[in-house]
């Protein structure tokens, strides 16, 4: 907190302002929307001071000063408009015009360069140099980053970004002076799961979108914000659209959220909408047994005649339906409505979840924070998370919490890499006994006392150096978190391991955090699209069957929705159901050769509704574009299908109105909170851990991006294809 010894008075262009000691000059400057050309600087990135173009005039001082690299003082002038700074800057704008090409009607980054508006600004209206000018050759970067080199002003932006955000050093600069380069090392392409940020900060078109190159004008674009759909961030993005048609994602600034970055998940896989399987028309199986196209009416009859047929013949029970955990919440809500007014509770959107045992104690999967309170950490222990992979924004969080002196440790199988410096790296291939051990470490410290049944528990595990140090790391830190990640959530033994990490955390007097799969799994618990509870954790009269259970006790009739067969749920769970309904995006194989009804939804660039993010933020949306040619918004399918099967409560015009009724309900309940329940013994002790999704194989929208899919870790992960 600022207090009166670090506010000074400065001047800039005659006018009084205050500031914190120290703060640059630019800073101030932007504070108080007074315009200060710049290249190299970015809010974000270290000062490099290396393209001079935000040179002005200071009282006293023998030359023109850059403002990025200027702190203020007590009593500064300053002159960003005066003719000698106006005279520095048009000098400056003239030296790196001389090299630039004159390639603006066709670069992508014209009516969005930094370059461009700047020299009509500063620029000559002539070049007074005559010679050659220079060519670099361009550079091969990936799938994801298409070069331009020639076009390059060494303003190192990307370069700093590399090494400060994404936390990998991969670019870098050769030579001097107009001979210097920008380049990958060992001529590799970029691997980081934010290189496409890169694009974004490049202030010219030297580094530009691949996918998107020569596609659109910016200015023939509309721009709409959305929620990137993919991982529990919920990051905002913008939606650019042209003639009804996505053509580019970009980040939307969100300083509690994404900053603003956002992963190249998030920002590539809108090339998958166009996929060849995209499903677009409503399609039945006729009697000869092959799939055909049909009108909405009859294919909404089909299915809800069909389940209706099930429940009559076999019991509610004999019904299950499996969502994805990137459906909207308002899709989640209607799909159990619709379920339990069939008669089922068999709900479930945990895809690969195997440990049910102990659901009904554990709370829906949430941060217990703040994302950027994650920054701020003493000590952080990293439970089975391959957390760069599987949530590349919350890895960026940690990682400066790792920068700002905070304590990172991990406990997970072999393979795995962060882009941070780690005080304490366990591998191990049975996270309970590991977890066992840090929590002995933990109880013979005097901590634990409270929770019965604990040191019991946890007496015969063997602790090591290393878990002593983790359980110091996280008494000593005076803000501590335990974050459980996808790899421990599929573990055979989640219970024991929910059990354990709550387990020190508590000890801790810290934070207890887990982080799942897909985009919305706290929306789903909110909504009820589980088995062993109703909206908002609300008591239901029977516990229905979870999705490990209904793999081995498949049902007659099943819903999907948004999930694909064989890659996010069990082939033989959809071969072994006599009548499948599936709302699908894309029509692959094992659907089109299984279901029995085929009702195509519109993707998340099409429809309205809701994401509730890792911190429990609720972020609505709407749709970018219309939905791809018959294809309609997963909420007005359901709501179709629940007033086709007579069942009360679907009459909704919007998805503010299913929305509405949803919030009202979680507002009315108590807020769960973590409590200690301890198990009988540590489970199997047996190897039980399994991967996570690799980063790009983690929905059917992302498989379809054809150019994440030549990412060289795209199908690999922890050494074991998928």
Known sequence: MDTQKDIVTVEINNTQLEARQGQMLIEVADANNISIPRFCYHKKLSVSANCRMCLVEVENAPKMLPACATPVTDGMKAWTKSPKAIAAQKSVMEFLLINHPL???????????????????????????GENKRIVKDKDYGSLVSTEMTRCIHCTRCIRFSTEIAGVTELGGTGRGDHMEIGTYVRKTLSSELSGNMIDLCPVGALLSKPFLFSARSWEMNSLPGIAPHDAVGSNIQIQTRQGKVMRVIPRENGDINEIWISDRDRFSYLGLGSDDRSTQPMVRDESGELVETDWQTALETAVNGLKAAASEHGGDAIGAVASPSSTTEEFYLLQKLMRGLGSSNIDYRLHQQDFSAQSEQIAPQLGCSINDIEGMDSILIVGSNLRHEQPLLSHRVRKAALNGGAVSTLNPDGIEFNFSLSEQIVTDRLTSDLAAVTKAMVDLGKGGELAGLSALVSNAVVTESHRAVADSLINGAKSMVLMGEIAYRDRNQSVIYALAGAIATMASGIFSVVTEGSNALGGALAGAVPHSGVAGASVDATGKDIATMVELPPKALVLTGVEGGRDISADLVNSSNFVVSLSLFADPVIRDNVDVILPMAAFSETSGT????????????????????SRPGWKILRVLGTLANIDGFDFDSSEDILEELKSACDQADDKQWSWSAPSDLGDQESTTEAGSPIYQVDALVRRSEPLQQISFSRVENGGAI
Do not use: H, I, T
């Open 103 to 129: 390639d603006c009607p066709v670069c992508d980054q014209g009516g969005e360069c930094d370059l461009q508006e700047m020299a009509l600004g500063y620029g000559g209206y002539k070049a007074r140099y």
């Open 611 to 630: 994401f509730v993010n890792a911190e429990g933020k609720w972020q609505s949306f709407s749709g970018a574009v219309a939905p791809m040619g018959g």
